[in-house]
């Protein structure tokens, strides 16, 4: 993949879950989505064998705010004493001050969960982050990226598209396609966890993704993958299933939601699976137990949003 190195971050202790990137050249790097606190030395020891000291790591990029993208943010500038965080504008508002991150992920997890998987957050110095706007190229190395807005997922993502290597990073943008599922093949499922789900942003981004007419896609869940024209139409119609799901809630119990909504996003990856002829084993089915949940949170959510406001 060119200069592009995949780090596997072991988040949540597993492998092949979440992962961040190493663009190198020259002894310089750029580090794309830092997973969290714990991910930070598993980061700095890829840099050193690859010779890139953390004096000469000029960039780290998070595509959202989501923990499990931006949480080790902090530590990674803390190490790397020249380097610059990329953010979105609202993403950047939330690293500067984490409590409200740290406050709504502690009443999801409770305090002893969080600190498992999350490790300690503290704020980044607003001089230590530079703002990209949408559509704006930035020229390092070599390489020219350009940031593009795509909601859906979340309000506060973009991707990053890297004209050199014509391959773009898509954070949650693009779904999720874990390997060690898929017994050599891939298949991909779209991930709508709370807060921000918006079916027609999601379609608008993966539009946009494809715009590019990139070759690859650099997933954070997980590693690149090509074909993105046939993935995305296997996206989009994750994403409908996921809707039609949503337009069915009217007639279920507020108590009920979650359970329901649980079996819709079953159905989705399995029906996704089925597309590509992929067995899912009783151990695939516990390892994405907590993508069903958040993703099912995340759909009902949005109804209710919805609701709320009709």
Not at 31 to 50: F, Y
Not at 69 to 89: K, Q, R, S, V
Not at 269 to 284: F, G, M, R, V, W
């Amino acid at each position: 993949m060119g200069n592009v190195l995949t780090i596997d971050t072991e988040y949540a202790n597993m492998h092949n879950v979440a992962s961040a990137y190493l663009i190198e050249e020259e002894g310089r790097g750029v580090v794309i989505e830092t997973n969290t606190t714990h991910a930070i030395p598993k980061i700095l020891k890829v840099m050193d064998l690859r010779g890139i000291r953390p004096q000469n790591l000029d960039y780290v990029i998070v595509t959202h705010v989501h923990l499990d993208h931006a949480g080790g943010a902090w530590a990674l500038l803390e190490a790397c004493p020249n380097a610059i965080l990329l953010a979105h504008p609202k993403t950047a508002k939330h690293l500067i001050d984490p409590s409200l991150l740290i406050r709504s992920a502690t009443s999801v997890y409770g305090k002893e969960k969080f600190d498992s998987l999350y490790g300690e957050i503290k704020p980044i110095p607003k001089e230590k982050i530079r703002i990209m706007e949408d559509g704006e190229w930035l020229e390092w190395e070599g390489h020219s990226f350009q940031f593009l807005y795509t909601k859906g997922h979340a309000n506060h993502h973009f991707c990053i598209y890297d004209k050199k290597t014509n391959g773009i990073f898509t954070g949650d943008s693009f779904g999720i396609s874990y390997p060690h599922l898929e017994n050599g093949k891939r298949f991909i499922f779209p991930t709508t966890t709370p807060t921000d789900f918006d079916f027609v942003e999601a379609i608008r981004s993966l539009d946009r993704i494809l715009e590019t007419e990139a070759d690859i896609a650099y997933l954070t869940h997980f590693g690149p993958i090509g074909g993105l024209k046939e993935n995305a139409s296997d996206l989009k119609d994750g994403l409908t299933l996921c809707k039609e799901a949503i337009s069915e809630l009217v007639n279920i119990t507020k108590g009920e939601r979650l359970s329901f909504m649980e079996s819709k996003v079953e159905a989705m990856i399995q029906t996704l699976a089925n597309k590509h002829s992929i067995t899912l084993t009783n151990a695939d089915w516990r390892l994405l137990r907590l993508d069903v949940n958040l993703n099912a949170q995340g759909l009902v959510y949005a109804f209710e949003k919805t609701q709320s406001k009709g």
